[in-house]
């Protein structure tokens, strides 16, 4: 018998208003969570954010650089309404915890799931002892969103707009093929093994997206790409971007974008009213420029066979928990 063919994710449609990182649509009443928010992308995704109004949630796994985080963007945003969330994202029991403390939120409208190490050491494990990069950019990404996805449905539900969640992935994974059947089989090159995780977060993604849209649930599943940002062009704030923070030069500076503006991708998957489940924003530029909707590769979007399931069922495992698709109120037993 021949593999099964899994259904396309829904169909990018264009979206037709101008898009100004600057002039983001008011957020006021709404909630976004933001993992990875005390550093880089997640700390400008999360300031310009309570800058549009919204109540972002900043999760990360230091108490004091949370701190720190929230008094920059207080800075910068005064009367920012800020709350913090310690996640450990290299313990499934830290994410355990955080899943919890989100889904008490009254109202959770975006979870942003930016966070990850970057420690590209072919032995270093987590708490759990799963690889390091596939662990914390993939595993524990998917475990958080097991225990929020309910609250993001609740959210979608009782106010009629769908909540959405956004997975950052890189160019790497259109750029370098990887296998991706087996999961846990981890590449020897660092970078491998880095662009492998977030290729296995694609096809999570979109497979999310498909199985949200046959449930009828009003969450949308959407992915972006950052570029290329560059400690040299990213604008300073205190204790994130100062004397004080450790400098990386980049050899592609020159043709790069600061952090805020790797941010935009992503904040524009949360915020455009347009944006829909499926769909994929990145920097106009192949390195920077301003968000666009552009096509995802076809191999992470829409793997041949049963791909997707079989991947979904293997993050499961090393997740050690199911990532359900809730039920519409009223329609019974959630759906595996």
């Not at 396309?8 to 709404?30: C, I, N, S």
């Amino acid at each position: 018998m021949a593999a099964p063919v899994p259904t396309p994710v829904p169909t990018p449609e264009p979206t037709t208003t101008p898009w100004d990182p600057a002039r983001l649509p008011d957020q006021t009443g709404r909630t976004h969570v933001v993992t990875g928010a005390t550093a880089g992308i997640g700390y400008f995704a999360a300031e310009q954010l309570a800058a549009a109004g919204a109540h972002v949630v900043l999760a990360s796994r230091s108490a004091t650089k949370l701190a720190t985080a929230v008094a920059a963007i207080e800075s910068e945003v005064p009367g920012a309404r800020l709350d913090t969330v310690v996640l450990d994202l290299a313990s499934l029991a830290s994410v355990a915890d955080a899943a919890a403390r989100i889904s008490a939120l009254p109202r959770v409208d975006g979870l942003l799931l930016n966070g990850g190490a970057m420690d590209m050491k072919r032995r270093a494990r987590t708490a759990d002892g799963l690889p390091m990069l596939l662990g914390t950019h993939t595993v524990a990404s998917a475990a958080l969103l097991a225990g929020v996805l309910p609250a993001l449905a609740a959210t979608g539900e009782r106010l009629g707009v769908p909540s959405r969640v956004v997975h950052t992935s890189t160019g790497f994974v259109a750029q370098f093929p990887m296998a991706v059947d087996d999961v846990a089989r981890v590449p020897f090159a660092g970078v491998a093994a880095y662009t492998k995780a977030k290729a296995v977060t694609e096809v999570l993604a979109f497979e999310l997206a498909r199985r949200l849209e046959a449930a009828g649930v009003p969450v949308a599943s959407l992915v972006t790409r950052p570029g290329v940002g560059v400690d040299a062009r990213t604008p300073h704030r205190a204790g994130i971007r100062d004397a004080t923070t450790t400098y990386r030069p980049n050899p592609y500076t020159p043709w790069a974008q600061g952090k805020d503006g790797a941010a935009w991708s992503a904040v524009r998957a949360l915020t455009d009213p347009e944006a829909r489940n499926g769909q994929y924003y990145a920097p106009a530029g192949r390195l920077r420029g301003g968000p666009v909707l552009v096509e995802p590769t076809a191999r992470t979007a829409t793997p041949e066979g049963d791909l997707a399931a079989r991947v979904w069922a293997q993050v499961e495992d090393l997740a050690g928990l199911p990532l359900t698709i809730p039920a519409r109120a009223g329609e019974g037993a959630a759906q595996r």
